[in-house]
């Protein structure tokens, strides 16, 4: 929701929501169990991403219809 309210907010064409995150790993995790959370996470956000290029590109090509 908060990514959605953010995405919302911003009216130019040409916004940009986010260009990184800052995560906070977990200190009793060792360097492998980071690396593993770290990958994990980049593909959640690679797959928010992708969902939301591909809702914008829809709603683009509705408009210019």
Same mark, same amino acid.
């Given at each position: 929701?908060?990514?959605?309210a953010?995405?919302? !907010?911003?009216?130019?064409?040409? +916004?940009?929501v ?8 977990? +200190?009793?995790? %060792? ?15 690679? %797959? ?5 290029? +591909?809702?914008? !590109? !829809?709603? !683009? ?5």
């Amino acid at each position: 929701e908060l990514w959605n309210a953010a995405e919302a !907010s911003e009216t130019r064409k040409n +916004a940009t929501v986010a260009r990184e995150a800052i995560l906070a790993l977990p +200190a009793e995790l %060792d360097a492998a169990a980071h690396l593993r959370l770290v990958v994990g996470v980049e593909g959640v956000v690679a %797959d928010e991403v992708r969902r939301h290029q +591909a809702r914008r !590109s !829809s709603a !683009s090509d509705r408009i210019r219809r």
